[in-house]
């Protein structure tokens, strides 16, 4: 570590003739990454008594935090465990000693203890009681400074040196710094404009890690519609034009792969112009990335009368219509119109539409085919980055001892509704912890 970055403890007089013994000096860690699982992994080893210093590449820290909580930052989720932990999916035997240790529950209380109360939604959401992540970020970096933890910002990792010290491009060129451990919380590949690139794949690799490709989580998809026995691409013109950007609601999606997993919920999402994307969707993205990761495509069916059984529905599509189109017909026995009224001309020739067995099935079950997930740079998290296997329950990597690894790096995904965000920071308390202790055993600190 440069001298000029290095700290000492200074030795303490002492009034006896006896001179005093020098006093052993701070152990030190580096976080690389201040998002909010390597803020909390700094957190925790500084209230250990290790000194710690924070490298972002970025001008600021918690800058995907602020996205995340720009329409209300949604905190965590008040489902009760164990129905939390089956949200991290294949996952969530790994993912449950992280929640034991920092759970929905100890999020709020972290929160209180900042000044930031809380408060839950209607969906089971928690949300600040102002629904802003400023003020939290500030109280944070606030304490985080009053704990010695010193930021640097605007320091890219570049890996390691042959001697084990981390490598940095900064402000001022390439400088190096040593320590006693190494939190990395470089997050995945999403939104790659505030900070998460995946630039960090490589290194991790050389230092033999087991990385899984990054892959898209919390997506939208693209489809394709078949028409008169035919593959399109996407939506017609018109239903772009009118409807891109509009809410479908209430509807359920229903998808099954085979492998035996399928996906049923009630919920809504968002018409764009290439496919479909919204809290439904998101929720079954994961399956339906694999499905077309493994089939080329991905068929889900839409209920667009979810409170309604299918017989009745059935029952007021054949009900005499007289002189009516049948669209008239349909907005006065089951009020479609709008969105949903054009969604089945989207899917139905004109031959379909007319018969009223085939669009009483296609209400109750419109099919659509997804043939891609949107680009991982644009969606809201990522799914892969370094394997489990590959770490120790302190989440140090067992190829590299002293290196621990948080966050979404981490090869686990989870839906939106607080789920990302709490495990992200359980995994920051268990890495850090995990350095802290680390620390404490080294014979001799890095000075």
Not at 69 to 75: A, C, R, V
């Amino acid at each position: 570590m440069p001298d000029q970055n290095a700290s000492s403890v200074s030795s303490s007089s002492s009034s006896s003739s006896l001179p005093a013994a020098p006093a052993a000096p701070q152990r030190r860690a580096l976080i690389i990454g201040g998002g909010p699982a390597g803020l909390m992994a700094a957190e925790r080893l500084a209230r250990a008594g290790v000194a710690v210093d924070l490298f972002d590449a970025m001008a600021t820290v918690g800058r995907k935090f602020l996205l995340a909580g720009k329409g209300g930052l949604n905190l965590t989720h008040s489902e009760a465990r164990p129905r939390f932990d089956e949200r991290y999916f294949e996952r969530q035997a790994d993912v449950a000693p992280w929640l034991d240790r920092f759970d929905g529950e100890a999020l709020r209380r972290w929160a209180a203890e900042l000044g930031v109360e809380t408060f839950v939604g209607t969906s089971g959401r928690v949300f600040p009681s102002n629904l802003k992540a400023a003020p939290l970020l500030r109280a944070w970096l606030q304490r985080l400074r009053g704990q010695g933890v010193r930021l640097h910002m605007r320091h890219r990792w570049l890996g390691w040196t042959d001697t084990g010290a981390c490598r940095f491009q900064s402000p001022e060129g390439e400088t190096t710094w040593e320590a006693d451990a190494v939190v990395l919380a470089l997050g995945g590949a999403s939104w790659p404009q505030l900070g998460s690139d995946g630039q960090w794949v490589p290194h991790l690799s050389a230092a033999g890690a087991d990385v899984r490709a990054l892959r898209p989580a919390n997506c939208g998809f693209d489809l394709g519609l078949r028409r008169e026995g035919e593959t399109t691409a996407g939506w017609t013109p018109f239903f772009v034009e009118k409807f891109a950007g509009q809410p479908l609601k209430p509807v359920a999606l229903q998808v099954s792969a085979p492998d035996g997993r399928s996906f049923a919920r009630q919920g809504e999402f968002v018409v764009t112009t290439t496919g479909i994307e919204g809290s439904l969707v998101y929720a079954a993205s994961g399956l339906l990335r694999d499905i077309i990761e493994q089939h080329g495509e991905a068929l889900i069916h839409l209920d667009l009368f979810p409170g309604r059984e299918a017989a009745w529905v059935a029952e007021q599509v054949a009900y005499p219509r007289g002189s009516r189109s049948m669209s008239s017909h349909l907005k006065s026995r089951l009020n479609l119109d709008g969105l949903k009224a054009a969604l089945v001309h989207e899917v139905l020739d004109k031959q379909q539409y007319g018969d009223v067995a085939t669009l009483a099935r296609t209400l109750k079950a419109l099919p659509l085919r997804l043939v891609a997930a949107r680009p991982v740079a644009e969606v809201i998290s990522t799914a892969g980055g370094v394997r489990l296997e590959s770490l120790d329950p302190t989440l140090m990597l067992r190829t590299r001892p002293g290196v621990f690894v948080a966050g979404e790096m981490l090869d686990w995904e989870a839906p939106t509704g607080g789920y990302l965000l709490t495990a992200a920071m359980a995994s920051g308390v268990v890495a850090g912890d995990g350095a802290a202790a680390w620390c404490q055993q080294r014979p001799t600190p890095a000075q």
